[in-house]
């Protein structure tokens, strides 16, 4: 009954900024980890950032040096900063947590980022 609840998608102008929030709610271990994924259309989904339970952090290479991933205070809660934003950067990202202790994985439903002029 793990949920996951993604925030503060929406449009945004090139060279702007959006954060992301993920917070994900049930029977979740300590040992998890958080990431961000994103799926334009037509393309496949791939990984953006992830963030383990000791707070290491990894990127894509797109957006190595743009985009922050951290966690949040609240508990199993983890944001995404983007700044300097790109067309290219347009899709639907979606939040997922790895349970490590339980070897399972939970996504969001998605929210929609459009970065146009």
């Known amino acids: 009954q793990v949920q996951l609840v993604e925030s503060g998608g929406g449009l945004v102008q090139p060279g702007g900024s959006l954060r992301l929030s993920c917070a994900a709610s049930?029977?979740?271990?300590?040992?998890?980890?958080m990431a961000w994924y994103r799926q334009a259309p037509g393309k496949q989904r791939e990984l953006v950032a992830i963030?383990?339970?000791?707070?290491?952090?990894n990127y894509a290479d797109s957006v190595q040096g743009r985009f922050t991933i951290s966690r949040a205070n609240a508990k199993n809660t983890v944001n995404l900063q983007m700044n300097s934003l790109k067309p290219e950067d347009t899709a639907v990202y979606y939040c997922?947590?790895?349970?490590?202790?339980?070897?399972?994985?939970?996504w969001g439903q998605g929210t929609q980022v459009t970065v146009s002029s």
């Open positions: 963030i383990s339970s000791g707070g290491s952090t």
């Open positions: 997922k947590l790895r349970d490590i202790m339980r070897n399972a994985d939970y």
């Open positions: 049930g029977s979740i271990s300590s040992i998890n980890a």
